[in-house]
C-alpha cells in the first residue's frame, strides 16, 4: 500500500469506538483530525503540557485554539504534523492513526499539512520566486512545473510583481504573504497558523485574515490556527476551544461561545473585545441600592437582533439604554445591552427572570441612583 493510500485508509477496528458508537456520533467521521485522550508531558516538567484532549476537526473548516500564554496551543498544534509527538493518546488524520509513520510516511504527511509562522521563517539571501520555489527544489519537482506552481501561488497571494525582491524589501504583511504561498507549494489539505497575524498591525491583519479566508474557500482547506488575539478568532474561525492548563475548558462555535462564555478563563479573554463602561457609570455603581429611587443596572447578551421595545416592556418600570450595540459573527447576530431598570414591579430576582426570557446571558452590575 502506498504512503498517500495509507493515510487514506478507512477507519479499522483499533479506533475505540464500535461501529454502532461511530454512527451514533456523526462527527467522527466527519472529522479531518482527530484528537483522543491526547496528553503530552516534557522531561523534567511536573505540569502536563497536554491532558485528556478530545476533539474533531471537520473537513474544509477554520478551527481556533486559543488560551492564555502557557495553555498548550502550540503544543496540541505541533502534535498534527508530528512535530510534537505525544506522550499518551493519539492524532488521527483522516481517521488512520499517525503516530507510528516511519520517516518516509512522514515526509508525505508534512506535505499535506502546510504551516505559516508568527516571524515568517524566509531566506533572507533568496528573492520572493526562490523562497516560494524552495520546497518544491527539495522534493525534486521538474523545472517547468515549478515555475508554474510559483507564479500562481504568487497571484493567489497578490505578490506577482514582488517576484524578485528580497525579503528585506518586503513590509511584515507582504512577507506573511509569502510564508503563506511557500506553505501552499505542495497543494496541502490543512494548513497550520502558529501566530500568524500576532508580529502585524491591526490593518494587515484584516488584509491577511481576508486572504486566509479566501483561501479556505477556493481551496477548501481546513485551516487551524492558534491565537492570543480574540479578535481574529472572532473575525475568521467558525468553531473554536478553549485550553487552560493543558486541558479543554470550552469549546463550539465561535458565536455562541463569544456570545456567552461558560468558563472564567473564555469569560477574561473575551473581556477585551467587550466595550468598558463609561467612567461616570462605573464610578456611580453601589453593590446595593441607596434608595428607593435606586436602579439596577443589567448587562444582557442576546443572540440575535434584540427586540428592545418588547423587552422593555417585559421589564416593567423606567428602562434606560445606557450602552449598547449589535456584531455579526460568523453570519449571527449578537447584542450587548448595558440598561437601567428603574420602578420596577418586581425584586431583583424575578426581574433576572425576565432578562433572561430575552437573553442567553444576564448579569447584575450593581445599583445607581
Same mark, same amino acid.
Given at each position: 500500500m502506498s504512503q498517500t493510500s495509507a493515510l487514506r485508509a478507512p477507519v479499522t477496528s483499533s479506533l475505540p469506538l464500535t461501529a454502532r458508537e461511530q454512527a451514533l456520533r456523526p462527527e467522527v467521521n466527519q472529522a479531518h483530525v482527530r484528537f483522543i485522550g491526547l496528553g503530552k508531558t516534557y522531561p523534567g516538567q511536573a505540569q502536563p503540557?497536554?491532558? *485528556? %484532549?478530545?476533539?474533531? %476537526?471537520?473537513?474544509g473548516e477554520i478551527f481556533g485554539i486559543i488560551g492564555r500564554s502557557g495553555a498548550g496551543k502550540s503544543s496540541l498544534l505541533r502534535t498534527i504534523n508530528r512535530l510534537e509527538q505525544p506522550s499518551q493518546g493519539r492524532v488521527l488524520i483522516d481517521q488512520v492513526d499517525i503516530a507510528p509513520f516511519d520517516e518516509d510516511q512522514l515526509v508525505a504527511l508534512r506535505r499535506r499539512i502546510g504551516m505559516i509562522f508568527q516571524h515568517f521563517n524566509l531566506m533572507s539571501a533568496k528573492t520572493v520566486w526562490q523562497n516560494v520555489e524552495l520546497p518544491l527544489k !527539495?522534493?525534486? $519537482?521538474?523545472k517547468a512545473e515549478r515555475q508554474r506552481k510559483v507564479r500562481e501561488l504568487l497571484e493567489l497571494v497578490g505578490l506577482e510583481e514582488k517576484h524578485q525582491v528580497y525579503p528585506a524589501q518586503l513590509s511584515g504583511g507582504q512577507k506573511q504573504r509569502v510564508g503563506i504561498a511557500r506553505a501552499l507549494v505542495h497543494d496541502p489539505e490543512i494548513l497550520l497558523c502558529d501566530e500568524a497575524t500576532s508580529a502585524l498591525d491591526p490593518e494587515t491583519t484584516a488584509s491577511i485574515l481576508e486572504l486566509l479566508r479566501d483561501i479556505n474557500q477556493r481551496l477548501g482547506l481546513t485551516i487551524v490556527l492558534i491565537t492570543h488575539e480574540m479578535a481574529v478568532i472572532r473575525d475568521i474561525c467558525h468553531r473554536v476551544v478553549v485550553l487552560e492548563r493543558g486541558a479543554v475548558v470550552e469549546q463550539g462555535e465561535v458565536w455562541q !461561545?463569544? *456570545?456567552?462564555?461558560?468558563?472564567? $478563563?473564555?469569560?477574561?479573554?473575551?473581556a477585551p473585545l467587550q466595550a468598558s463602561l463609561p467612567a461616570s457609570l462605573q464610578a456611580s455603581l453601589r453593590a446595593s441600592p441607596a434608595s428607593r429611587d435606586s436602579a439596577v443596572v443589567l448587562k444582557l447578551t442576546v443572540l440575535g437582533e434584540p427586540e428592545l421595545s418588547a423587552l422593555f416592556n417585559d421589564l416593567g418600570g423606567r428602562v434606560r439604554l445606557l450602552q449598547g450595540g449589535v456584531e455579526t459573527i460568523s453570519e449571527h447576530a449578537l447584542g450587548r445591552l448595558i440598561l437601567s431598570v428603574q420602578h420596577a414591579p418586581y425584586d431583583t430576582h424575578q426581574l433576572l427572570e425576565r432578562a433572561r426570557r430575552w437573553a442567553e446571558d444576564v448579569e447584575v452590575l450593581g445599583h445607581v441612583v
Open positions: 503540557a497536554l491532558q *485528556g %484532549i478530545d476533539l474533531n %476537526i471537520r473537513h !527539495v522534493a525534486g $519537482v521538474a !461561545v463569544f *456570545g456567552s462564555p461558560r468558563h472564567d $478563563v473564555t469569560r477574561t479573554l473575551l
